[in-house]
């Protein structure tokens, strides 16, 4: 991930759209289990997470939004399952949210679109979750866009641009003959500032640009959902302590003497 962004992107792509087969694939094969249901959500939140980690290293003033992009997924979808499972029965689906409940939330994990990109994508004609996939896969693509212009951007990461002698920027690649290489400057070549060193100027940064414009709104959207995801299973949680308190007889009344 530090070194190589063509290779890193690609082999997260193939796993987001994996993601997306896994469980068509096991409803198909009657295959679905509850463990998958829990792995599903556990593997797709540490992906993302240390992605995030990453950018944040990258760009550590935006550090504090990152880390709070991260707190926000694990809670609202920890939360979310929970409430669930506590609430609506081991064997009820997390993505199953009553329109009583939530209508985003309902449109969010039942709706079916068949637009022509996800049926070219994933060649699924029949899912029940289009806008999920196409809310997480453009979430995704935001994130791998700021991956890719860590590698190149000088407007996000100001000390990617490298100044020449006479003042003009270098696009010069750390590791030519004309840039000496980075253990000359770096005791340790994995340290921060060497890592720095050796993404600068390694790609173009035109299609990240344009990747990040386009899935910088669903990102957004998705980012509202987790905060609504959160607020509707705090609430609920809420409402069943409050009916189990009520059962129980609690708060006691303190005998008056």
Known sequence: MPLHPRTCSGLYSVSCLLDALDGYAARHFEQSTRFGAVLDMVTDRCTTACLLVFLSSA??????????????????????????????GADTSHKKVDKSRSFILNLYYTNKVRGPLYLFLTGVTNSRQTVLFLFCALNELFFI?????????????????????????????????????????????????????????????????????????????????NVVQLVKASRWLAEGDIEMRRAAGLPRKQKQK
């Open 59 to 88: 760009w550590p003033r935006w550090a504090i939004v990152f880390q709070g992009l991260i707190s926000l997924d694990l809670a609202s979808h920890y939360v979310h399952m929970y409430a669930t499972l506590i609430m609506g």
């Open 145 to 225: 866009a700021l991956y890719l212009l860590s590698f190149s951007s000088p407007f996000l990461s100001p000390s990617l641009l490298q100044v020449s002698n006479n003042g003009t920027a270098s696009t010069l690649q750390p590791g030519s003959p004309a840039v000496p290489p980075t253990r000359l400057f770096f005791a340790n070549p994995y340290s921060a500032g060497a890592l720095e060193y050796a993404r600068a100027n390694k790609m173009d940064s035109t299609f990240p640009w344009i990747i990040a414009g386009i899935s910088f709104p669903v990102m957004a959207g998705k980012q509202i959902i």
